[in-house]
């Protein structure tokens, strides 16, 4: 079974009347995923996140979170 590790970086809403997610990453969390957790692929460099659902949007009216899910080396 494969195993993934998430790395949370930040969280978002749903933009009212629109199919949007604004999403709100620090810089600091921005800055460490693009010196860490670039995937390669063919040459090419990545940064790979997942956007999901929270089952209850918290206090701060943030109804989805963000994180980096890479998979982790047996």
Do not use: C, P, Q, W
């Not at 590790?5 to 810089?27: P, Q, Y």
């Not at 460099?45 to 089952?55: F, G, M, P, T």
């Amino acid at each position: 079974m494969k195993k993934f590790e998430k790395k949370f970086i930040g969280k978002g809403t749903k933009v009212k009347s629109l199919e949007i997610i604004r999403l709100t990453i620090s810089e600091e969390a921005l800055k460490e995923a693009l010196e860490n957790e670039l995937s390669d692929y063919k040459g090419n460099k990545y940064l790979v996140i997942e956007v999901a659902s929270l089952k209850e949007t918290d206090k701060y009216g943030r109804s989805h979170t963000v994180y980096i899910n890479k998979k982790v080396k047996d």
